[in-house]
């Protein structure tokens, strides 16, 4: 997981404690109504839905974008805000012992220029799932949870 240099600043002050952090994520979907999921370089937790934190001078749209152009390379059509969240379904304790308490805005958007790839940094694999498929896919419990909350996913 990659951090920005002002989350930096903060764990050198308050180390692994639980911090709230506003995050995205996005649903992309294609013409098929399939949506992407990826995987995470170094996780064994499941497929997630792509997206991260909203950096300082930042808007959540800004940041959805932004993520999405980072993880998997391509550009997306303008987000549409679906919800908001938050929870202990949305609380991540990382491999390093740093904890988060995410409230992720979530967006849905098509791509509209680019091809999915991995970066291989965050990022190592992604693919399309239909509706049906995401009822038996190995989701993580932070995608799953969200997937539920939006409608995605059988409560």
Known sequence: ????SHLARLRAVIGHELIQLPSVVVLVVDDD???LL???TGEQTGWAVPGGAVDIGESAAEAA????REEIGVQ???PRLLTVL???DYEVTYANGDRVAYVPAVYEAGIVDGTPVPDQEEISELDWFTRSQ???VDLNRFSRALLRATGHLAS
Request: net charge positive; proline share 0%.
């Open 76 to 78: 997306i059509s303008q």
């Open 1 to 4: 997981m990659a951090i920005s």
């Open 134 to 136: 995401l009822q038996s």
């Open 33 to 35: 109504a399939r949506l």
């Open 65 to 68: 974008a932004r993520e999405i």
């Open 86 to 88: 938050g929870g202990t």
């Open 38 to 40: 990826v995987r995470h």
